[in-house]
């Protein structure tokens, strides 16, 4: 089973630029989330989706736009890139939300290392 | 404020020597604690669930106990292949998950 996958893996952008990241889950999972991770800190949630069609934004969701058109994927979109976008970005999905309910983990890709110059 | 706090950032052990990796977590309503694993180059790999005090959990050389305040993850007997980041995530009240900053954990053979 591929779990989730994510495109690009790797990805240079210069400032301003845009570019869209993506997340596919074969699964069949509600919850989907976009993460980023940067050294010396946690993973921080930018926006997830509680399911087709929904979105909402996380913790650091300010010059992100993300779209869940179909279940099974999961976009996360760069409008004008900027160097404090450089990081590794991770995509995870669960059963559900309220995972103490569930007992579902959340699953990740591997991730999208993406600088900024 | 909900906090996570995970101690030390990197641990280098022998072989063999057992050892403690430390969650602290300031959270309103805990409603779970997790573990996961992330090896270089790959996404974090879900290894626990703890949901109340005093709970414990098993996986090979790996266990995860839990107190109020602080979560322990022990290693023991390790071997090179257990070389990884371990990740502590807390579930508060609001449903949010909130992630420490990781132990970078490396076995010398």
């Known amino acids: 089973n591929a779990g989730v996958t994510q495109t690009p893996k790797f990805r240079v952008l210069k400032t301003g630029q845009s570019m869209t990241l993506l997340c596919a889950q074969d699964?069949?999972?509600?919850?989907m989330y976009w993460y980023r991770q940067d050294p010396g800190m946690g993973l921080r949630l930018i926006h997830y989706s509680v399911g087709e069609g929904t979105t909402a934004k996380g913790e650091v969701p300010d010059g992100y736009n993300v779209s869940r058109l179909k279940k099974q994927n999961f976009l996360l979109g760069l409008e004008s890139a900027a160097p404090s976008q450089t990081s590794v970005y991770f995509c995870?999905?669960?059963?559900?939300?309220?995972?103490?309910?569930?007992?579902?983990?959340?699953?990740f890709g591997d991730g999208t290392r993406l600088s900024i110059l | 404020e909900d906090q996570v706090t995970q101690s030390p950032e990197a641990l280098r052990l022998q072989e063999g020597e057992s050892s403690s990796l430390n969650c602290s977590y300031t959270?309103?309503?805990?409603?779970?604690l997790f573990w996961y694993r992330q090896d270089p180059g790959k996404g974090p790999e879900f290894l626990f669930t703890l949901y109340s005090a005093g709970e414990e959990k098993e996986k090979e050389r790996l266990k995860a106990t839990l107190t109020k305040k602080e979560s322990f993850l022990h290693i023991t007997a390790p071997k090179p292949e257990d070389s990884a980041t371990y990740l502590c995530a807390v579930l508060g009240s609001n449903y949010q998950l909130i992630w420490g900053a990781g132990t970078k954990l490396i076995i010398k053979p």
């Open positions: 699964m069949n999972h509600e919850y």
């Open positions: 959270v309103s309503g805990l409603r779970g």
């Open positions: 995870a999905s669960s059963y559900s939300r309220a995972e103490v309910h569930s007992n579902q983990p959340q699953h």
